[in-house]
């Protein structure tokens, strides 16, 4: 069952030197009850966000652990953001077929919306059409470009043609997005980018 931990007594430092951190708690002794668990436990926080926690039991009561000073040591919080949706997102291009995005004067750039439409910029010329998923699996169809012929990134344009053509997976980690062919392999990848 679950219930809320008394908090038998707390100490907030502020942190000015390298670990490791001396604290000292004082407690009011009657208030510790033979039938209740206690557990110590430690947290660094900067403006308001846990960067550091204990994440193993500690009781300080424990026979074995009558020692002084008492040391608990701190894990990093992971700091791996959720996974953003696939639709509603600027992804920012970041490789095609595993090379590097070359950026002229716009970035490559693909969107997926809400309403099946999927809408970009290859590189010279902008491209829009349809697409449709299937938990892990989508389908581009009937896309569609300008036709301006640039000095620069005709080739790059090409490639990422080609991957529209062939991406038939897809996959988000985080704020990363991978296009993968039929046998799962990478295609291109893209970051989501965020507008104020």
């Known amino acids: 069952m679950e219930v809320k931990a008394d908090i038998i007594t707390q100490e907030v430092i502020d ?7 001396t604290v000292e ?26 960067l550091y926690t204990s994440t193993t039991n500690h009781d300080p ?3 074995s652990q009558l020692t002084t000073p008492y040391k608990i040591e701190l894990s990093k919080v992971s700091t791996q953001k959720p996974d953003v949706t696939i639709t509603n997102t600027y992804w920012k291009a970041i490789t095609i077929n595993a090379q ?12 997926f919306n809400k309403d099946h439409r999927v809408n970009g910029f ?13 938990q892990q699996t989508i389908t581009l169809s009937q896309l ?3 036709k301006k012929m640039c000095s620069d990134n005709m080739s790059q344009e090409a490639a990422m043609s080609d991957v529209l053509s062939k991406t038939s997976k897809w996959e988000i980690t985080g704020e990363s997005l991978k296009l993968k062919n039929s046998r799962g392999n990478t295609l291109a990848t893209f970051s989501a980018v965020y507008f104020n």
Request: charged share 20%.
């Open 144 to 146: 569609a470009s300008t």
């Open 15 to 21: 942190v000015t030197q390298a670990p490791p951190f």
């Open 25 to 50: 708690l004082i407690y009011d002794a009657s208030k510790i009850s033979d039938k209740h668990r206690y557990s110590l436990s430690a947290r660094i926080i900067n403006k308001d966000k846990v």
């Open 61 to 63: 009561f424990a026979e």
């Open 100 to 111: 590097t995005v070359n950026v002229t004067t716009k970035e490559p750039f693909i969107q």
């Open 122 to 134: 290859l590189g010279c010329n902008n491209f829009s059409g349809s697409y449709s998923t299937e």
